[in-house]
């Protein structure tokens, strides 16, 4: 089994990105950081954060470890495991953790340049605060990469002569895929509720109650919130993507090593085709990146603009590169798994722009929900739930369209549903999650930028800059709340082609553990054959998985339940953290004599101390909750089950996520709207009702919704991993 030699551009790809990730670091901290003052609030921030995210590590450090030492009995003790899986596990959670940190330090050390920048200019402040996240962006794919060119040459040198080498070495490779998901979800989590608990806090008290603006320094949970936004949205979200980004290209190849098994040295180049398509992403990012500019009094519509020039500039060069890797790579049907790969990136787009509409201020659902803030909080509310529920049609067909396309791109438009007909379409809706996910360089830059530009707009206010700065940090951050919203939708998309091809990568990983155990199975003709001779319909004949068998119907309802019950769980925790953060801030106010007079400095420490704790306590139980579902269901249900637990994980998931991440997003942007001097402006009753709404979506859209993504591909990396254990129990 020998690699292509063009498989080098994979490693070379993943040190240019690491290399300009360094430099676009470098770079920012040339810029000048600004006046004392806003050296000193960075500095807090910064602290808060770093101490945050190492008691964070601590926890999922012990986490690690147990999982670790179940995976190394279940490979040494019992047999029934691979026995690379407890290092690959350990390296995934770690190459992921490591991309959040680089990314969040970025962050930390950005904000306060980019306010001072935008002292300067609008476009200053936008490249400081964009190219700070692309370092997020490219760190994320250059250590993907990285991690997966690595492992595939360590396992192709010890797998090399095996007959099944390529299928064994791509399903091995998965497992990083939970380490990755396992730290995501803690991270998510864990961020998701820390920067919530301060976010609401603050404005629940400050703004409604005190009648204070946002991040003012007189409001206690100011500092808290800032480092919320960067353990949260910075370091969570980077995990997070880190994971989808790893996990649709591992499972792509995973695919592309079973649909072309029979077909000699083409299987090898079906398994580095999405490695390659990765590759090529990177340097057409950064060609993307230098692309993002605006001009001075820039509207929304400019700024969005002129991220989608970046961003369509580089989805555009991909689409056509990919014909040309997939031509060069003379893999059968190359014309249909290019259109796969476009259909994916369509997707992507698609997703993005209706995002887009149902959250920007620029466009009517979130005006009316700001128009609703006249009556109250209560039409807000409603307004705001009911946009959130519409939004998610277009996402949900767009994602379903892209499936039945790529799928039949893929094997050539053959509907009668053969073996291999059915292999090759799986490939193609797996190669298009990674058309989609391609140019993650890019888009990631996209989202990661918007808690800088939030962060900027919290230094200019505690360090009074004057209004005109705060002008431009408004607008960098209106336009943040957009771009975050999107990078989430596409996040989800991405999740669901990923967790889709998990699926049959799941069927293979089965095939596997039941031949390592020496068993076989009866085909459709009645023989009976080895578990690695069968093709996927032979294998759903055996464990009868169809909608009649109440093993598959059952694990559909504990999926969609699942999906609930972690959003029930992610938001009482958030509203327990943030309940005490509004006890804390009252008392500053009552107790503390001055501090509304600006006399006396509020304890800053105190409210990073409460959300730090609530962080800490409460993403235990629901992370460990989603690596458990999968294991109890598989040893009661058998393979059916968990099945049937996947797809209603997936397709409620899905749905919720999206309708919870553009609900959030459109109450943010209504708030902004108003405070931008809308239907009364700050302070008016219609601003007071949007902040109540905007307090509601907090955790919607930053703790819940996106951690959703995480659930249902964590479901299917954990069933993959614990495929061995299912078959031996069931």
């Known amino acids: 089994m020998n690699i292509p030699s063009v498989f080098w551009l994979v490693p070379v790809a993943s040190v240019l990105a690491l ?21 000193e609030i960075a500095g807090h921030v910064r602290r808060g954060a770093m101490a945050y995210l190492k008691q964070q590590y601590k926890v999922v450090l012990m986490v690690f470890a147990v999982l670790a030492v179940i995976f190394a009995f279940m490979a040494y003790g019992m047999g029934v495991q691979n026995p690379w899986v407890p290092v690959a596990f350990l390296t995934g959670g770690f190459f992921s953790g490591l991309a959040g940190f680089f990314g969040m330090k970025t962050a930390t050390y950005a904000s306060a340049r980019t306010a001072h920048a935008a002292q300067q200019s609008l476009d200053g402040g936008l490249k400081i605060a964009f190219r700070s996240g692309a370092v997020m962006g490219l760190t994320v794919v250059g250590l993907g990469l990285l991690d997966i060119a690595g492992w595939f040459y360590a396992l ?72 919320g936004d960067n353990v949260g949205d910075v370091a969570g979200m ?37 490695m390659l398509i990765a590759a090529v992403g990177v340097f057409l990012s ?96 409603i307004k705001g739930i009911g946009t959130g529920m519409i939004s998610t049609c277009i996402p949900v067909v767009t994602i379903g369209i892209a ?61 009074n800059l004057g209004e005109e700065v705060r002008h431009r940090t408004d607008a960098l951050d209106a336009l943040g709340n957009t771009t975050a919203a999107t990078g989430k939708g596409f996040a989800i998309g991405s999740a669901a082609l990923t967790a889709l091809a998990l699926l049959a990568s799941y069927i293979e990983e089965v095939k596997i553990a039941m031949e390592r155990a020496g068993m076989q199975l009866t085909n459709l003709k009645g023989d009976v054959i080895n578990a690695a001779d069968a093709n996927i319909p032979d294998f759903m004949n055996y464990f009868q998985v169809n909608l009649m068998n109440p093993r598959v119907l059952v694990g559909a309802f504990i999926g969609a339940m699942a999906a609930f019950l972690f959003c029930g769980l992610t938001m009482e925790a958030v509203g327990r953290a943030a309940q005490k953060m509004v006890e804390e801030v009252r ?101 007071k009702a949007t902040i109540v709404g905007d307090t509601v979506g907090d955790p919607f859209k930053d703790t819940s919704g996106p951690s959703l993504n995480i659930l249902i591909k964590l479901m299917s990396m954990v069933s993959i991993v614990m495929a061995g254990l299912t078959v031996a129990f069931s």
């Open 587 to 687: 008392r500053q106010f009552r107790e503390i004599k001055g501090i509304l007079e600006g006399k006396a400095t509020p304890d800053y420490g105190s409210c990073v101390e409460i959300s730090t704790r609530a962080a800490q306590h409460e993403m235990i139980f629901p992370s460990l909750l989603a690596i458990a579902i999968p294991i109890v269901v598989g040893c009661v249900l058998g393979v059916a089950g968990v099945l049937g637990l996947l797809v209603g994980g997936l397709s409620c998931g899905f749905t919720l996520a999206v309708f919870m991440a553009n609900a959030g997003g459109a109450w943010d942007n209504a708030k902004k709207m108003v405070e931008e001097g809308n239907f009364g402006g700050k302070g008016s009753f219609a601003h």
């Open 286 to 381: 950064i060609l993307g990146i230098y692309m993002v500019r605006t001009k001075e009094g820039a509207t929304m519509r400019d700024l969005l603009h002129s991220l989608s020039v970046g961003t369509n500039v580089s989805a555009v060069l991909i689409a056509a590169a990919t014909f040309a890797i997939l031509y060069l790579l003379e893999i059968d049907n190359w014309l249909g798994l290019s259109f796969s790969v476009i259909t994916g990136l369509a997707a992507g787009v698609i997703i993005g722009q209706a995002t887009e509409y149902y959250t920007s201020h620029s466009y009517k659902p979130t005006q009316k929900i700001a128009e609703a803030g006249l009556t109250g909080s209560a039409t807000v509310i």
């Open 156 to 227: 192709s040198f010890f797998y090399h002569g095996d007959k099944m080498a390529l299928i064994t070495i791509t399903t091995t490779m998965l497992t990083f895929g939970m380490g990755a998901s396992t730290q995501a979800l803690f991270a998510r989590v864990g961020g998701g509720i820390y920067t919530k608990a301060a976010d609401v806090g603050a404005d629940i008290v400050g703004k409604v109650e005190a009648d204070i603006p946002e991040d003012d320094p007189r409001n206690p949970a100011t500092i808290a919130d800032n480092v």
């Open 403 to 463: 499936i039945m396309l790529s799928y039949l791109f893929a094997n050539g438009f053959d509907m009668a549903m053969s073996a291999e007909a059915l292999s090759r379409g799986l490939y193609g809706i797996g190669i298009a999650a990674v058309g989609m996910l391609s140019t993650l360089g890019i888009t990631l830059a996209t989202d990661a930028y918007g808690p800088i530009a939030d962060n900027a707009g919290g230094n200019a206010e505690m360090s």
């Open 19 to 39: 290399t300009m990730a360094w430099y676009f670091f470098r770079s920012m901290m040339q810029a000048d950081e600004g006046t004392p003052r806003m050296r």
């Open 238 to 274: 980077g995990a997070d993507l880190y994971e989808s980004y790893c996990g649709s290209i591992l499972s792509t190849a995973a695919l592309g090593a079973t649909a072309f098994a029979m077909s000699g040295d083409m299987q090898m180049r079906a398994v580095i085709a999405p």
